[in-house]
């Protein structure tokens, strides 16, 4: 069994910078790791994810070239680097992990993001 666990949410004015952790309590060397959000009243929507041992990467267009998805398998930790955020990026942010890249398993919580404009 997988725990997740989110960290770093915040309100940020548009233009700033907040990097999200997502610790995990098991062990997820071998997991592909992703990040989903949800703003109100939408469905939650693919954001990026990274491959098991990190050397692939994928993103959703709209945060293409402004956010980051890395991960650390030595401390069981993915984060997600996000830079420029617009008012649009405001969402509940939850993390997720899974056998590879999109077959997720095991999510996280949430951490809520606001920008503010």
């Known amino acids: 069994q997988v725990q997740l666990v989110e960290s770093g949410g915040g309100l940020v004015q548009a233009g700033g910078s907040l990097r999200l952790s997502c610790a995990a309590s098991g062990r997820v060397s071998s997991y592909a790791m992703g990040w989903f959000r949800q703003a109100p009243g939408k469905e939650r929507e693919f954001v990026a994810a990274?491959?098991?041992?990190?050397?692939?990467?994928y993103y959703a267009d709209s945060v293409k070239g402004r956010f980051t998805i890395s991960r650390d398998n030595a401390k069981n930790t993915v984060y997600l680097q996000m830079n420029s955020l617009k008012p649009e990026d405001t969402a509940i942010y939850y993390c997720?992990?899974?056998?590879?890249?999109?077959?997720?398993?095991?999510w996280g919580q949430g951490t809520q993001v606001t920008v503010s404009s």
């Open positions: 990274i491959s098991w041992s990190g050397g692939s990467t």
């Open positions: 997720t992990a899974g056998t590879s890249v999109g077959t997720y398993v095991y």
